[in-house]
């Protein structure tokens, strides 16, 4: 299955940008603990939750796939994963999916909205952050 999501993942960040570009906004991307606190400092081992608010700016309801791609510093993808929902007209909601580091080092975050995990259509452009962990 992992497999198959990295191709996806491959796949539409190369050929992804179509249709529906824009019509969510992502903002406030944040790590942090279960209780909602900010990390400025991530631990191996430590359990990260990797925070992004979508905003529905289109005319209809909106089907987003959020999807978060951990690559380290030799380029090797670390963790991929993905939630799935729907936004209502000018709806905001903050979402999160789960990473715990096994090594220290400096990873990128990747974050992505896609229309679904088949059609691969970028609702919003791809945001990159990087954090160290120790």
């Known amino acids: ?14 050929f992804g940008h179509a249709y529906g570009y824009e019509e969510i906004i992502t903002s406030n991307f944040k790590v942090v603990n279960t209780l909602g606190e900010e990390i400025k400092s991530p631990l191996v081992g430590q359990q990260l939750n990797l925070q992004t608010s979508l ?50 080092g400096i990873y990128k975050i990747e974050t992505f909205v896609w229309n679904n995990l088949s059609d691969m259509s970028a609702l919003s452009p791809k945001s990159t952050f990087t954090i160290t962990v120790t």
């Open 55 to 104: 905003t529905n700016v289109s005319n209809e309801e909106m089907d987003w796939a959020y999807i978060v791609q951990i690559i380290d510093s030799k380029g090797a993808i670390a963790d991929l994963s993905f939630s799935k929902g729907s936004l209502v007209k000018n709806q905001t909601l903050t979402t999160a999916l789960f990473w715990t580091p096994h090594k220290d």
């Open 1 to 14: 299955m992992k497999f198959f999501i990295y191709f996806l993942v491959f796949f539409g960040i190369s």
